[in-house]
Each structure stands twice: as structure tokens, then as C-alpha cells.
């Protein structure tokens, strides 16, 4: 398995690395950031739901106008820079947030740079690879992506040890110190895009997209891929922020020092099954897996309903990990499958827009029936949902999919 990464072109070695470097960046915050908001900023499940969902919902909206520019321009490794630049300047500002309304706008503008690079540097992984080992590439890119989510969490939880005199009970100004050196690592990724990541075949591509006139329109696609669309938000609905799965270990009994380190062990996971997870898909297929996957996801959340103990926590944020490696690599390779190469800029962009319209209202969903009703029935609520999306999932036609080079 080694030699086939080994192998892989150079633009999804770079791609991954700067990947790793900014998910760091990410990480360093986000495991932090809900008991930062809840305990210290006094913020309810609902407002952590909000500020989640309104910060994905408006990169994933974002995703689709990117995508769609990167296709109609023939460029994508400028967006690429400029979504990684933003996200440098405005993670350090959490540093001075004394409300919960202002974390708001320092993740909504940070998630604004996740917006403008996704869909392009998705579009410009998938044209370096045949379809042979394209769920290989997005699995590398995903561990990659985790393996930075595995390295933000323990720089964090150093960070909090060295600077909180009260580990277990830091104060604002504490949280704000780890939250200033976040950027550190993203700011070496901008230096691998400039000189590592390249733009190659425009020209002829250029010719295609002339000849083609992209629009952005569903129209544009077929309705295979339309009922792919609709299945994936019927599931974004059920998949609401990870940050109430965290707030929910803390219930458990994980105490704050500790959760960072919680975060790192669903990230090794995530690493491990992401590597295996995208080969299965060039062997067994893209839709079994993504079954499979859902599935899984599934019964996690039937877990987290009825979690009371730190070690039962401990052990479904592992198996949790194992749903992303089953199914982020897959999903991206199946929409790389699924439309021509001229147009997936724009199909990544429609695939992340169908996420974006529910991600918000599956947050808010989420944080409102926990608010009012409790958390058992909120995750189980989630679970029915994502088990629905499974089923259809299952309408979806892949045998016919036109391998697009």
C-alpha cells in the first residue's frame, strides 16, 4: 500500500501537506473552543449550534461560487492560496473575544477561506489522478487533513498546561493565549502552495471550457447526480456539529485538559481508517463504503444518546473515526465519478452546497432539542436521520458512472 501513496503526483503530496499544516492550525482551537464558549462565555448548546452551523453552512454556500469561478476561469490554485491566506489572519482574533457573538463572526469570517478553497483544491487533487486511484488520493488527503487535527490537539493541550495555572478551570485570558499561536503552522502552508503546488494542462483545459460554456446550473448534470445531491443533505441533516459531541464527553465526565487529547485519539482513527478507507473504494466501490459508513454513523449517535461514563466516550469517539475513513474520501472520488473533468470544480462546489443548506438547520436542530427535550432524544433523532439517508443512498447508480479521466 506504501508504493501506491509513494506514487502519487506531487500536487497531492502538497495539497495534503499544506492540508495537515492548516487543520494544525484549526485544531489547536476547535477542541477547545465549545467548553471555552459554554463554560467561560456562559454561551448555551443552542448559541454553540448557531455559530457552528451559520460558520459551515456559510463555507459550504461559498464552496459552490468558488468551484464554479475555478471552472469558468481555468484557476484554481489562486483560490486555493487566498482561502488558506484568510483563514491565517483571522484565527489569531479569537485571542480578543470576549462574547460568544463575537466568536461567531471570527469563525464565520475563517470559514469564509474554507468557502473560497474547498471545491478548487478538491477539483485540482481529482485531475492529477485516474480514476483507478482517485479514492486512494482523497483517502490520502483526508489522513493528512486528520493527521493535523491529531497534531492541533496536543499542541493545545501543551499550550493550556503551560499557561493555565488551573488546567482543569482556565480563565478567558488563558484560552486566549493558546487561541493567539493558532496560525503559526497555516502560514508555512501558504509558502508550500506558492512554490510546490502547480497548475498543470491549463491550456487544453482552457479549450474544453471555451467549447463546453459552463453554467452554474443543476441543469448542467444529470439526474443521477442530482439524487446524489439530495441524499447527501438528507444526511448533512442528521450530521450536525462535532462540537455537541464534545460538549457531550464533558458530561461524561472528561474534564477540560483532557479533551484535546480526546480530540487527538478520534483523529488517529480518522488517520488510520481514512488511509484504508479510500483504497476500499477503488476496490469494492464508492457507494458501499459510503453505506457502510452511514450505517456506522449511526449507531455512534445511538451511543453518545446514552453515554454516562468518560470511557464509553472515549470508546465511541474512536469507532467514530472509523465513519470518516469509510466515507469522506469516498463521497469526494464518487463526485469526481460522476461528472466530467471540466465541470468538477462546479459539481464540488453543488456537492458542498447540498451540505451547506442543512448543515445549519442540523446544528440548530440538534442544540434545540437538547436544549428542550434532552440530549438522548436529540442524538437519536440524529441516528433515525442518517439511517433514512442510508436507505436512499442505495438508489444512487454507480455501475453506469462514465470513468472521467
Request: aromatic share 14%; charged share 15%.
Amino acid at each position: 500500500m506504501w508504493k501506491d501513496y509513494k506514487n502519487l503526483p506531487r500536487n497531492v503530496w502538497a495539497l495534503s501537506f499544506v492540508s495537515l499544516l492548516n487543520d494544525t492550525s484549526s485544531e489547536i482551537i476547535y477542541p477547545l473552543l465549545p467548553t471555552f464558549l459554554a463554560l467561560t462565555l456562559g454561551a448555551s448548546p443552542f448559541a454553540i449550534g448557531a455559530i457552528e452551523g451559520v460558520a459551515e453552512s456559510t463555507a459550504s454556500l461559498l464552496k459552490l461560487f468558488s468551484g464554479y469561478l475555478s471552472d469558468r476561469f481555468n484557476s484554481r490554485k489562486l483560490p486555493v492560496f487566498i482561502g488558506y491566506a484568510l483563514a491565517s489572519i483571522t484565527r489569531p482574533f479569537l485571542a480578543f473575544a470576549a462574547t460568544w457573538q463575537q466568536v461567531l463572526f471570527v469563525r464565520l469570517t475563517d470559514r469564509v477561506g474554507k468557502g473560497i478553497r474547498g471545491a478548487p483544491r478538491d477539483a485540482l487533487l481529482a485531475a492529477e489522478v485516474p480514476y483507478e486511484k482517485r479514492g486512494l488520493a482523497f483517502g490520502f488527503n483526508r489522513a493528512a487533513d486528520h493527521l493535523g487535527a491529531v497534531f492541533g490537539p496536543i499542541v493545545a493541550s501543551i499550550l493550556l498546561w503551560f499557561f493555565a495555572q488551573n488546567p482543569n478551570n482556565p480563565t478567558v485570558s488563558e484560552y486566549q493565549s493558546v487561541f493567539l499561536l493558532a496560525s503559526t503552522p497555516i502560514v508555512i502552508g501558504l509558502f508550500v502552495i506558492v512554490f510546490f503546488v502547480k497548475e498543470d494542462g491549463k491550456k487544453e483545459l482552457e479549450e474544453t471550457v471555451e467549447k463546453t460554456k459552463i453554467k452554474l446550473s443543476l441543469s448542467e448534470f444529470d439526474g443521477n447526480f442530482k439524487r446524489f445531491l439530495v441524499v447527501i443533505a438528507l444526511f448533512t441533516l442528521s450530521n450536525s456539529t462535532d462540537a455537541f459531541l464534545l460538549l457531550r464527553a464533558g458530561e461524561a465526565g472528561i474534564s477540560p485538559p483532557w479533551i484535546p487529547l480526546l480530540w487527538v485519539a478520534l483523529h488517529i482513527s480518522k488517520v488510520v481508517f481514512s488511509l484504508i478507507g479510500g483504497s476500499l473504494s477503488d476496490k469494492f466501490g464508492r457507494k458501499k463504503l459510503i453505506f457502510s459508513g452511514w450505517i456506522l454513523y449511526a449507531l455512534v449517535y445511538l451511543g453518545f444518546a446514552f453515554v454516562t461514563e468518560a470511557w464509553q466516550a472515549w470508546a465511541l469517539f474512536l469507532v467514530y473515526g472509523i465513519y470518516f475513513g469509510l466515507t469522506e474520501g469516498a463521497e469526494k472520488a464518487l463526485v469526481a465519478d460522476l461528472v466530467p473533468k471540466e465541470k468538477r470544480g462546479t459539481a464540488f462546489g453543488l456537492y458542498n452546497l447540498a451540505f451547506g443548506i442543512t448543515v445549519f438547520p442540523a446544528s440548530l436542530l440538534l442544540g434545540g432539542i437538547w436544549s428542550w427535550y434532552g440530549a438522548s432524544l436529540a442524538f437519536g433523532f440524529s441516528a433515525f436521520l442518517s439511517i433514512l439517508a442510508a436507505i436512499f443512498l442505495l438508489t444512487i447508480n454507480t455501475k453506469s458512472v462514465e470513468r472521467n479521466s
